[in-house]
């Protein structure tokens, strides 16, 4: 049975993520099941297909669809539209400002993006701004978001968002705006250094060029590091929502892509694994088209094919089908993502020593005694999971009695 045929609402964000003819295959859908319309907003809500949930309904004779349906849409779209327009303005003053503080920024993803690549941000939903920066350009650009009314949403000393930074695993903070309740999320990295390093970071900013939006200069990735950075993004969060699929797809078939050059850096840095697992799925859910240039020994990769085994579609979400709150079958998954055993040794390591947020929100350490925090992880880790062993025999010792 092929994936959401269960669920005609989920179908139909299949229909339109899949086929170029939506009009036609969306109808036939429409006619041939009973949709439960408001379950289908959220839903589209949920995967951020929302505006191209709409723009295909659009294209459909009004009878089809139900009035007050049609309604919400064009409601929603009227006010996604005018909100996707104060982001890139408020994302475009705030590089301006970083520039004139001699901070390079790059805005990675979000309405640019479909304003850089399609001229378009119609396709988009709302949401937050991303913006990178180098680490040694974190807490600059954290003053001057903070004087622009923006403050961290996780309360923090300056040592500690100074660790945070420095020493682990974490890649971005959140600054949210009282005021207009516009989120920033300031990165100095893209995901775990078990997938990418610092040295591969640094490599990244090397592939910056200058674009221009809305007449103003703006540093931004060049379309194969774009690519890679979208499938370090959406394998982190398990490829939780359609929408991050479907703009995947996109870049693949409709831009021009050096994929011997792809190829190439992703296998570099050790990441191979993760640009397979996201081709593999875009063709098993979206029919994406494979580049001739990744070759059948990289798609047929056993690790590959593990990985891609462990994330199953459902309606509601793309999710690893690995406990998430056993940290033992999460480093089994991290394990299969690199190829070599140094590699895989090294981020098992890194797994267990290097801290996260939890870890370092314990404490505020000065710069001098930041080592404590590769103590109090391991110990951390081991009281979580001594307790959550215990609360599990609890349990099944209430449910034998």
């Not at 190439?264 to 050790?270: I, L, P, Q, T």
Request: with cysteine; aromatic share 10%.
């Amino acid at each position: 049975m092929k994936p959401g045929s269960a669920n005609p609402e989920f179908e139909l964000l299949l229909t339109i993520a899949r086929s170029a003819d939506r009009p036609d295959a969306c109808r036939q859908l429409i006619l041939e099941h009973q949709i439960n319309w408001d379950y289908l907003f959220h839903l589209a809500e949920f995967h951020r297909m929302l505006p191209l949930l709409y723009l295909a309904l659009k294209e459909i004779e009004r009878a089809a669809v139900p009035e007050d349906f049609q309604h919400r849409l064009k409601a929603y779209n009227f006010d996604n539209t005018r909100m996707n327009i104060a982001l890139l303005a408020e994302k475009l003053s705030l590089i301006q400002t970083f520039n004139q503080n001699a901070i390079q920024a790059v805005p990675f993803k979000g309405v640019i993006l479909s304003k850089i690549l399609y001229d378009d941000y119609s396709t988009r939903q709302a949401g937050d701004i991303d913006i990178l920066v180098k680490p040694t350009d974190v807490l600059s650009a954290i003053d001057l978001l903070e004087q622009r009314g923006y403050s961290l949403a996780k309360s923090l000393t300056k040592d500690q968002q100074l660790a945070l930074v420095q020493i682990s695993s974490e890649k971005h903070h959140l600054l949210v705006n009282a005021h207009n309740q516009l989120a920033v999320e300031i990165h100095w990295g893209f995901t775990h250094t078990d997938i990418m390093s610092k040295k591969d970071l640094r490599l990244l900013w090397s592939w910056v060029e200058m674009k221009t939006v809305n007449a103003l200069p703006v540093h931004f990735f060049r379309p194969e590091p774009l690519l890679l950075i979208l499938c370090l993004h959406g394998y982190k969060h398990s490829w939780d929502h359609l929408f991050w699929l479907w703009e995947f797809s996109t870049i693949v078939q409709q831009v021009a892509l050096d994929w011997d050059w792809i190829v190439r850096h992703v296998e570099s840095f050790g990441g191979i694994n993760v640009l397979i697992v996201s081709l593999l799925l875009a063709k098993r859910t979206l029919g994406t088209a494979i580049p001739p240039a990744i070759n059948e020994e990289l798609l047929t990769n056993p690790e590959a094919i593990y990985l891609l085994t462990r994330i199953n579609l459902k309606p509601e979400r793309f999710e690893l089908q690995a406990k998430k709150d056993h940290p033992l079958l999460d480093v089994r998954t991290r394990f299969k993502v690199k190829r070599s055993l140094f590699r895989r040794v090294r981020q098992v390591l890194r797994f267990f020593f290097t801290p996260n947020y939890f870890d370092i929100r314990v404490v505020s350490l000065p710069p001098a005694f930041y080592f404590v925090y590769f103590i109090i992880r391991p110990l951390r880790l081991l009281s979580s999971n001594i307790n959550r062993l215990f609360r599990g025999s609890n349990a099944d010792n209430a449910t034998s009695e």
